[in-house]
């Protein structure tokens, strides 16, 4: 018999602020959390983009010294937010053995991998530090996760470009309904603003380039979109069978109605313009779940900001959705956040559940011309009410590599 799986924590630190509640007050004001870097190395290395979604509060003003030197940022955003996500859901008791973690990176330990490979070139091997290859494991952030919390039911890892995180929590259904576990805690956390993957980002051309005005570079949808905006931080949800929450009286935020993966073949960067293997992760996760396509009222949209992936999810929502997709009230977050790459499925999702929590669609910033290709009804402005009683929304997110992943979540 199939479970219901519900939310009933989150957590989050993004560009937009330091926890959760900060970040969607920030995003419902229409906010940028994207700002020029001041570090000495945007110069040093003559980067052609000079601005970023820095997480807009630093890990040393949350977490102990030991935690920061022992640690990569991608693994120090994952336990900020999973702490709070933890706390979140009342610190709830749980038998080690039956609470997991699923978590997700993109990229993974790239600031320690880079400062490692420097020390042994300017100092010698004498001195590169011992706990370097478990600071920049993919799977570091996981484990740090499993350790903070004591979860001891598998802390298992996705690498999927950037559609990792929304496929962590489409694995943490499965795992949840597989009674792998009672509660998961799944999201995903990225810390990429180092100029070796600036660089490479804005050489395949795939960066905006709005160094003059960066709180407008991010703009999906608009006419003059010129590319993403690399974003950093991390965000996590509290899952667990309703079960199991009403039990121990646990607050709920939404239901977690599941979610798919498909995979375009079709090239290493750019998707499929038809938006074919995107559109099958929605009918795929729409149809698991029992739901009707026209119960869909709000998307949070993958939206980057670049011209042909924009375009290219709009057709993806055109196959599944017909006529009604006209009628879908999208939001496009990462106008806001900029792109966490691995982690940027975990806070859109967050932001999902707030908006069928609250009943209002976060706005998307910076579309000052829709571009006429897409017919969608984007939120500008001010937030948008959502229609009363049960609704669906969905969260998508697709990645390098051909990676689509797909999940929905019902008001309750």
Not at 364 to 373: C, H, L, P, R
Request: glycine share 10%; aromatic share 6%.
């Amino acid at each position: 018999m199939t479970k219901k799986i519900v939310v009933t924590g989150i957590g989050a630190t993004t560009p937009l602020g330091g926890t959760a509640p900060e970040s969607w007050t920030a995003l419902l004001a229409g906010e940028s959390g994207v700002t020029t870097l001041e570090q000495d190395w945007v110069a040093k290395y003559e980067l052609p983009v000079t601005f970023a979604g820095q997480a807009r509060v630093p890990s040393a003003d949350v977490l102990e010294r030991r935690e920061i030197k022992r640690l990569d940022p991608s693994s120090q955003f994952a336990i900020t937010a999973a702490r709070e996500a933890w706390a979140d859901a009342g610190s709830p008791e749980v038998v080690p053995e039956r609470f997991g973690v699923d978590w997700a990176t993109g990229i993974g330990g790239v600031w320690t991998l880079l400062d490692g490979w420097d020390t042994l070139r300017e100092k010698g091997a004498r001195r590169v530090l011992p706990m370097t290859v478990p600071m920049l494991m993919a799977n570091g952030p996981a484990a740090a996760v499993s350790m903070s919390l004591g979860a001891r039911a598998g802390a298992r890892t996705v690498v999927s470009a950037c559609a990792s995180s929304t496929e962590s929590i489409a694995n943490a259904y499965d795992h949840l309904q597989q009674g792998l576990a009672d509660i998961i805690v799944a999201g995903g956390s990225e810390a990429a603003i180092h100029p070796m993957p600036l660089a490479s980002f804005a050489a395949m051309q795939a960066l905006s380039k709005r160094n003059d005005d960066p709180a407008t570079a991010s703009r999906p949808y608009d006419v003059t979109r010129d590319g993403f905006v690399l974003g950093e931080g991390g965000a996590a949800l509290v899952l667990e069978t309703e079960e199991h929450a009403l039990a121990r009286g646990a607050k709920i935020y939404a239901e977690l109605l599941g979610g798919d993966v498909t995979s375009d073949s079709y090239h290493i960067t750019a998707p499929d313009p038809e938006g074919s293997g995107a559109a099958r992760a929605v009918v795929s996760t729409l149809e698991n779940a029992g739901v009707d396509r026209d119960q869909v009222v709000h998307v949070n949209a993958h939206a980057t900001s670049t011209p042909v992936g924009d375009i290219a999810e709009y057709r993806a929502l055109k196959r599944v959705f017909g006529d009604h997709t006209s009628t879908l009230i999208v939001s496009a977050t990462k106008s806001s956040t900029g792109h966490l790459l691995g982690g940027a499925g975990a806070i859109e999702a967050v932001f999902t559940v707030k908006a069928l929590q609250e009943r209002l669609a976060p706005p998307t910033i910076n579309v000052t011309q829709m571009d006429d290709e897409i017919d969608l009804d984007v939120v500008v402005g001010e937030p948008r009410a959502l229609p009363s009683g049960e609704i669906v929304a969905i969260s998508n997110s697709f990645g390098f590599g051909g990676h689509n992943a797909v999940v929905a979540f019902r008001s309750v």
